[in-house]
């Protein structure tokens, strides 16, 4: 069993910057892959950054590519997403996630979600 607990979220202007956090407790952290995903009122969750187990390899929606940054610290369990020029259209919940080796789909374990809200 692993649990997540998602903190960083907060109010911002356009333009600004904020840092997720996700502290992991229980299994193995270095043994998944982890990700962010959002939600904004009326719409899907989606898929915003993954990074692998190693660290070594992100990917990233289209809509983040360049504004934001996933990385992890295997020594402190915890993954996190640094978003800089926030736009109103990032307004979402966040949630990061944790998908283990033998997952195909995200995801096996999910934070509860923390609230980041973009002012223009």
């Known amino acids: 069993q692993v649990q997540l607990v998602d903190s960083g979220g907060g109010l911002v202007q356009a333009g600004g910057s904020l840092r997720l956090s996700c502290a992991a407790s229980?299994?193995?952290?270095?043994?998944?892959?982890m990700g962010w995903f959002r939600q904004a009122p009326g719409k899907e969750r989606e898929f915003v950054a993954s990074?692998?187990?190693?660290?070594?390899?992100?990917y990233y929606a289209d809509s983040v590519k360049g504004r934001f940054t996933i990385s992890r610290d295997n020594a402190k369990n915890t993954v996190y997403l640094q978003m800089n020029s926030l736009k109103p259209e990032d307004t979402a919940v966040y949630y990061c996630?944790?998908?283990?080796?033998?997952?195909?789909?995200?995801?096996?374990?999910w934070g509860q979600g923390t609230q980041v809200t973009v002012s223009s």
């Open positions: 996630a944790a998908r283990g080796p033998s997952t195909v789909k995200w995801a096996d374990y």
């Open positions: 229980g299994r193995t952290f270095s043994s998944y892959a």
């Open positions: 990074i692998s187990r190693s660290g070594g390899s992100t």
